[in-house]
DNA sequence: CGACGTTGTATCTTCATAGATATATCGCCG
DNA sequence: CGGCGATATATCTATGAAGATACAACGTCG
C-alpha cells in the first residue's frame, strides 16, 4: 500500500487563520471585481463568502474595498494587503508542496551528545549532526534529497571550510534522470542508501555514473530527527 | 501584524486520509492497550473511536489486533502497520514543521529559460537556477535559510565540482547566534539580503564577523518558484 | 427619479461530524 | 456459572459550518 505524504496549508494572521479557501475567494474577488461574481464562480454563497470576507478584516485589518451603488452598482477590490497574503500564502503552499514532493532518506540512530536543538546521532552510516527534538534518544533522522550535495571526492572541500556539517562517502547505486533533474541513489553503508536530486547539469559536469565512488554532504540544520518513542498526547 | 505558517500534517493511504487525530487516537490506544481507556483520555466517545478505527483499517487492512472477552475483558494492540504508520506521521511532520519554523528569503524575478521544471530567473542578485511552475513569467523565489551553505570566499570550491549550482557573493550583516544555531544575515545586493542558518560551529570555524565578505551557495532542487499572476481557481 | 447591480444583513434549512446513551457479545477466571 | 471489562453496534442528539432565501441600503446613470 502506498502512503502519500498530504498537508493543507493555512496561515495564521492575528485571530483568524487563513486555507486555501480563503485565499481562493480573494483571487476570486480580485479577478471579478465583485463578491457576488466571485460566489458564483466558486459556486458557494454570497452570503457566507461577505460575512467571511468581514470576518477576516475584523482581524486583520482592511484587505478589501468595497463600493456599493455606483455605476455598475459597485463592486470590491482587493487592497495591497491581501494581495500580499495571498502571495505569502503561495509561497508557503510551494515550500510544503516541495515537502511532500521530495523523497527523504531515514536513518535509525541514537542520540549521542547534545547542544540545544543539535545533536550528534549515531547511526549505520556514521555520526549525524542534526536537529534533534527535547528529551529523545532513539530517533529517526530524515534527510530530503533536496538538501544533499554531491562532490567529486578529488575535490571535495574538507568540511572546515563550508557550514556542511555532515558529510559521506558513498557509491552511486542508480541513476534516474528526469527531464531537468536527476535522482540519484547513494550507498553509503550496507544497508544504507541516501537519495539526492541534482540537475541533469550537475549530474553530467560531476560526470555521475553507476559505480562511481562520490561524496555526499548536507547541513546539519537539514537534517531533522523524530524520537522513535513517540508520545503524541496532546 | 505578524503572519504565521501553520499546516497541518496528513498522509493519504489508500481511500482514507489520516490526520494528527488518528495518529493520537492511535497512540492513545498503544499506551493503554484497551479503545475504551484511549477513549477515556483523549475524552472522546467510544463509540466515534472505535468507528473510526474500523473505518481505517477497511481502507488500510490490519492496524489493530483486537480482543474480546479474556481476562480484563480483552484489549486491543497496534500492528507493525500502525507503528510505521505513526513514525511516517511523525517524519512528514518534522518536515513540515522545519517548513514553518525557518525562514525564507525572497527574490522577485522573471523567468528566462525553460528546461523542464528548471528555469534560470533573473533577479536583483543575478540569475538564480531554481524549480519553476509551468508557464509562470513573473515570479518569487524562495530559499529556505536551512538550504543555505556559506563558505570561505578564498576555499570556496568552483561550482564545477558540486552540486550546488547557485553561487552568490556577499557581505555579513548580522550575526544572531543561539544555543546551537546561528541566524546569518548576508547582503547580496543593494536592496537584497539572504538569511541562512548554520551551527555555532560552523560559525566559529568560518570565523564568520559581520563585514565579512562571504560565499553563499544553494541547490537548484532547494529553490522554488512560484508565480506572481496567482491562479488560484480550483 | 426610477432602474440596476452591487453591498449588507437576518433567518431558515441542510448537512456532516461527533458526543451520549443503551444494549448485545465475547471469553477468561474465580 | 455468573461477573467483569473489554469489543461491537444502533440510535438519538448537539453543534457548527455553509447554502438558500429574502429584503434593505446604496449611489451612479439614463
Given at each position: 500500500m502506498t502512503i502519500e505524504k498530504e498537508y493543507s496549508t493555512k496561515l495564521a494572521v492575528g485571530e483568524v487563520t487563513i486555507d486555501r479557501r480563503d485565499i481562493e475567494m480573494l483571487d476570486a474577488i480580485d479577478r471579478h471585481g465583485s463578491m457576488h461574481k466571485a460566489a458564483e464562480q466558486l459556486g458557494r454563497s454570497y452570503a457566507r463568502l461577505q460575512n467571511r470576507v468581514v470576518e477576516i478584516e475584523d482581524a486583520v485589518g482592511p484587505i478589501t474595498e468595497r463600493q456599493r451603488g455606483?455605476?455598475?452598482?459597485g463592486g470590491t477590490t482587493l487592497t495591497q494587503t491581501a494581495h500580499e497574503l495571498c502571495h505569502q500564502f503561495g509561497r508557503h503552499e510551494a515550500e510544503l508542496d516541495g515537502v511532500a514532493r521530495v523523497t527523504e532518506s531515514v536513518f535509525p540512530g541514537t542520540v549521542q551528545d547534545r547542544t540545544g536543538e543539535l545533536a550528534t546521532v549515531e547511526t549505520a552510516i556514521g555520526s549525524i549532526l542534526a536537529l534533534v527534538p527535547d528529551g529523545a534518544h532513539e530517533v529517526q533522522v530524515t534527510v530530503r534529497s533536496d538538501a544533499v550535495v554531491l562532490t567529486d571526492p578529488d575535490e571535495a572541500p574538507s568540511?572546515?571550510?563550508?557550514?556542511?556539517?555532515n558529510q559521506f562517502r558513498g557509491t552511486v547505486m542508480a541513476l534516474e534522470p528526469g527531464e531537468a533533474i536527476t535522482g540519484v541513489t547513494v550507498r553509503l553503508g550496507a544497508d544504507s542508501e541516501l537519495q539526492a536530486l541534482i540537475t541533469n547539469a550537475s549530474s553530467s559536469r560531476l560526470g555521475l555514473e553507476v559505480g562511481q565512488s562520490i561524496t555526499v554532504s548536507f547541513k546539519a540544520t537539514a537534517a531533522r530527527a523524530i524520537r522513535l518513542e513517540s508520545d503524541y498526547s496532546a
Open positions: 455606483g455605476s455598475g452598482g568540511a572546515d571550510e563550508t557550514s556542511l556539517r
